[in-house]
């Protein structure tokens, strides 16, 4: 046994050789940020301040440049020493602890040709609290789940989504084409560690690709009903036009919001498209090419998170103000459970 002790805390918890840092921690009840327990959304992940760790597998949602600054992800980590970890979080998320709760389905509209918005209607007196960014899963019958992460602020009645209608997605087809009206589904939340970080000073820069907008939405919301504290810029990189289905309510953010700028980045545009195009990360590296100094919020695809990662930290930020959700596709898909 090792004991694991959490930097700026007064609890610590033992950890067996056989299982992992998160295993370890919940067992023994401690409130620890995780997602999808197998290496691939990086809630979980800590950097790790003492002490020496074996990683199950190499760990896939970490870049060298994070495991180079002493990230590990807690729920592939197993201890070989005692271990300082600097969990980095605030004594709010602690205290939202995931739970399981029926939701019904209180309306679905198409946001554009391939994204359709769903709006949940939590049970009635029951409450809900999350931090904008995070996310839930869907439980389906089959014991299967799906992520899909709240697209509004807080409201203590509805979660808003937005779900991409991927090709062979079986959740977001289900939803679309046979979903009863009126169903009621069985979610799990709130998970996950993307959110914004109040207490930071520094000007934020977000990034989203294609439905990776619901978190950053989530957060612009919840940042411009009490104003903005800090200068933000959001680039949202999509295929086409077509595909920008916020972008109204974007521009008319802008126009309220002197500290908000928005940049949309299409990697595939018409020819007259006079606005950013290419990779959505070179788009905010052409107008940042330094990063020191800034603070960086970015979900959507894998490969779009894996790249702005390693950019990002070349262009000198620090590992410490990079937060993201990667969408991964659903648990089951993942190597290490097949
Ligand atoms: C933290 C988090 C938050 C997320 N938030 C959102 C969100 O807000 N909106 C959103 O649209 N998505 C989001 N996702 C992604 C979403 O959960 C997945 O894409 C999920 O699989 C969709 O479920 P589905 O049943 O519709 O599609 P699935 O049946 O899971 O299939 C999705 C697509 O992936 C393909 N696919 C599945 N597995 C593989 C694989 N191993 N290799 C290659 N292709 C594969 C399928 O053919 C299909 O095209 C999020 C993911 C995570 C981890
Ligand atoms: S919970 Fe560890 S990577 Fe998802």
């Not at 050789?17 to 997602?35: D, K």
């Not at 939202?96 to 209180?106: F, H, I, N, S, W």
């Not at 905010?284 to 894996?306: C, F, K, N, Q, T």
């Amino acid at each position: 046994m090792h004991q694991v002790y959490l930097a700026g805390r007064d609890n610590s918890f033992a950890a067996g050789a056989e299982e992992t840092v998160l295993e370890a921690g919940l067992r023994q009840h401690l409130t620890l940020p995780f997602g999808c327990k197998s290496g691939g959304c990086a809630s979980c992940r800590v950097r790790l301040l003492q002490g020496e760790v074996q990683h199950r597998l190499p760990p896939p949602a970490l870049s060298q440049a994070e495991l180079d600054a002493g990230y590990i992800l807690m729920c592939l980590a197993e201890a070989r020493s005692d271990l300082v970890l600097d969990l980095h979080q605030p004594a709010r998320l602690e205290r939202l602890r995931p739970r399981q709760l029926p939701v019904r389905a209180q309306a679905r509209m198409p946001l554009s040709h391939d994204v359709i918005g769903l709006t949940l209607k939590l049970p009635r007196g029951e409450r809900f609290d999350y931090m904008p960014g995070q996310y839930l899963d869907f439980l389906l019958e089959d014991g299967k789940r799906r992520s899909f992460s709240i697209a509004n602020a807080p409201n203590g009645e509805t979660l808003e989504l937005h779900l991409r209608i991927a090709p062979g997605g079986r959740f977001a087809h289900w939803v679309r084409d046979q979903m009863p009206e009126r169903a009621i589904l069985r979610i799990e939340g709130p998970l996950g560690a993307f959110y914004l970080r109040e207490d930071s000073p520094r000007p934020m820069l977000l990034m989203a690709g294609g439905t990776g907008m619901a978190p950053i939405k989530a957060m612009l919301e919840s940042q411009l009903a009490r104003g903005l504290q800090r200068p933000a810029h959001l680039f949202w990189g999509v295929r086409s036009r077509e595909d920008l289905y916020l972008d109204a309510q974007l521009q008319q953010w802008t126009q309220k919001h002197a500290g908000l700028r928005y940049t949309p980045v299409l990697s595939d545009p018409d020819a007259d498209w006079q606005g950013e195009r290419g990779f959505v990360h070179e788009a905010l590296l052409r107008a940042y090419p330094r990063l020191d100094g800034h603070e960086i919020y970015m979900s959507g695809p894998p490969v779009m998170v894996r790249s702005g990662k390693d950019a990002f930290i070349a262009a000198g930020l620090d590992a410490d103000h990079l937060f993201y959700d990667s969408f991964d596709y659903a648990f089951e898909t993942w190597p290490a459970n097949n």
